[in-house]
């Protein structure tokens, strides 16, 4: 993914000289095939819910290509040790304190590389992303309290950077979804 479109860039930038600036964008659905009573189907997919992987890159002419990665539409939930406590309130404040609640959120994650060097971006790339689950959900056997949703956004952010050496910026979005019975 990383490769071609850094590959776009340096064909633009090097084919036309009149070519100031070039940015790409490449996305990497993950589609799988279906699978019956074990047997693969032959032309049948589902599209799997990892996550879409992304990436950019960008060039202007006399400076830096510049590489970003991410994920984007990974889903994930931890339905106990999760609470929405410890928070500032005020007269605008409306929402009571609590220590158990589901947590699920839709992630949007970009990331930049500093110099691109000889990297292995499918290797990098599943290392943020296991970076990302491991700090969501913390060990399997006991899990991690997290007491909000800032808290968790915080975790992920710091494990990533502190895990992964060749990411200069991080960004996170988590999108809150409400699973609340009505």
Same mark, same amino acid.
């Given at each position: 993914?990383?490769?071609?479109?850094?590959?776009?860039?340096?064909?633009?930038?090097?084919?036309?000289?009149?070519?100031?600036?070039?940015?790409?964008?490449?996305?990497?659905?993950?589609?799988?095939?279906?699978?019956?009573? =074990?047997?693969?189907?032959?032309?049948? #997919?589902? !599209?799997?819910?990892?996550? +879409? &992987?992304? %990436?950019?890159? $960008?060039?202007?002419r006399n400076g830096p290509l510049v590489v970003y990665a991410g994920i984007k539409d990974l889903k994930l939930m931890k339905?106990?040790?999760?609470?929405?406590?410890?928070?500032?309130?005020?007269?605008?404040?409306?929402?009571?304190?609590?220590?158990?609640?589901?947590?699920?959120?839709?992630?949007?994650?970009?990331?930049?590389? =500093?110099?691109?060097?000889?990297?292995? #971006?499918? !290797?990098?790339?599943?290392? +943020? &992303?296991? %970076?990302?689950? $491991?700090?969501?959900?913390?060990?399997?056997?006991?899990?991690?309290?997290?007491?909000?949703?800032?808290?968790?956004?915080?975790?992920?952010q710091m494990h990533v950077l502190s895990k992964v050496s060749q990411v200069s910026s991080f960004l996170l979005l988590v999108?809150?979804?409400?699973?609340?019975?009505?």
């Amino acid at each position: 993914c990383k490769q071609f479109a850094i590959d776009i860039c340096k064909h633009f930038m090097t084919t036309f000289c009149q070519v100031a600036y070039v940015k790409t964008y490449v996305q990497e659905v993950p589609w799988k095939r279906l699978h019956e009573n =074990g047997i693969p189907h032959i032309h049948a #997919f589902i !599209c799997a819910p990892d996550g +879409i &992987r992304f %990436c950019e890159a $960008e060039q202007c002419r006399n400076g830096p290509l510049v590489v970003y990665a991410g994920i984007k539409d990974l889903k994930l939930m931890k339905t106990t040790q999760s609470g929405f406590e410890g928070f500032y309130k005020n007269e605008h404040t409306t929402l009571p304190e609590r220590n158990d609640r589901i947590l699920c959120g839709e992630l949007f994650c970009k990331w930049s590389y =500093g110099e691109c060097k000889d990297f292995d #971006f499918d !290797c990098i790339w599943n290392q +943020i &992303r296991e %970076c990302i689950l $491991e700090a969501f959900s913390g060990p399997p056997d006991s899990g991690e309290y997290s007491p909000s949703y800032q808290k968790t956004v915080n975790c992920i952010q710091m494990h990533v950077l502190s895990k992964v050496s060749q990411v200069s910026s991080f960004l996170l979005l988590v999108f809150y979804l409400n699973n609340s019975a009505f």
